[in-house]
């Protein structure tokens, strides 16, 4: 069966600061994966999505970028955290041509 | 842009009643529309999904209507219970995009 695993589960920074988040998927190959955050009061936010090794897609221009060097590895990256980084960050993977898609459990960032 | 919302933050329903779930789009070109719950500090997960070609879908007391003149879609949960009581996310998916919507907080009182 398919998982999905994202770490860390919390993680307090300090404005300016790096961030990498981390996220795999076991079980399947070639999956669409994504990045999500939300910030607080607001839905889920898109960030990137990826169909393949290298392939990344960016939806809202930030402080932040993304990278998927293995075929089940998403990374979320900042060289500069800012206050406004702060929020509930997930990430996702779909079967390609598939509806549904499978969520991590998220990672709660606080940037102090 | 904002192209799914939904307008109502919160819905407070009774146990054993309907919850009507609302979302607006504005994009007529998406294929799905999906339908996830969310607990705090949890990710999301999967309830319904409906394609853009039909109307209504169903599965066991959740149904997800589809009104495409409206660019409109609910989520009808009867009967509501108590553990229903979460945050409720619409979806749009378009060619490997999936884009939600700001969500809806249900509580489900007994």
């Known amino acids: 069966s398919q998982t999905i695993h994202q770490w860390p589960a919390t993680l307090v920074q300090p404005v300016g600061s790096p961030l990498s988040l981390e996220c795999t998927v076991e079980?399947?190959?070639?999956?669409?994966l994504y990045w999500y955050r939300q910030a607080a009061g607001r839905g889920l936010q898109l960030l990137f999505y990826?169909?393949?090794?290298?392939?990344i897609s960016s939806e809202v221009p930030q402080n932040l970028s993304a990278s998927r060097p293995q075929d089940r590895q998403f990374i979320l990256s900042s060289k500069k955290l800012l206050l406004s980084d702060s929020g509930f960050y997930l990430c996702?993977?779909?079967?390609?041509?598939?509806?549904?898609?499978?969520f991590g459990q998220g990672t709660r960032l606080t940037v102090v | 842009d904002q192209q799914v919302k939904q307008n109502s933050p919160s819905l407070s329903v009774q146990e054993g009643r309907i919850s009507i779930l609302n979302c607006d789009y504005t994009n007529s070109m998406f294929d799905y529309f999906l339908w996830y719950k969310k607990y705090p500090a949890e990710g999301p997960t999967f309830l319904i999904s409906i394609s853009s070609i039909k109307d209504k879908n169903e599965d066991g007391r959740f149904t997800v209507f589809l009104n495409k003149s409206a660019k409109h879609l609910s989520l009808h949960i009867v009967p509501s219970q108590p553990g229903d009581s979460a945050v409720y996310f619409c979806a749009a998916e378009k060619t490997d995009k999936l884009i939600f919507g700001t969500g809806t907080r249900l509580q489900v009182f007994p």
């Open positions: 990826s169909v393949g090794i290298g392939q």
């Open positions: 996702a993977w779909r079967l390609q041509g598939a509806v549904e898609a499978f």
């Open positions: 079980g399947t190959s070639n999956p669409n």
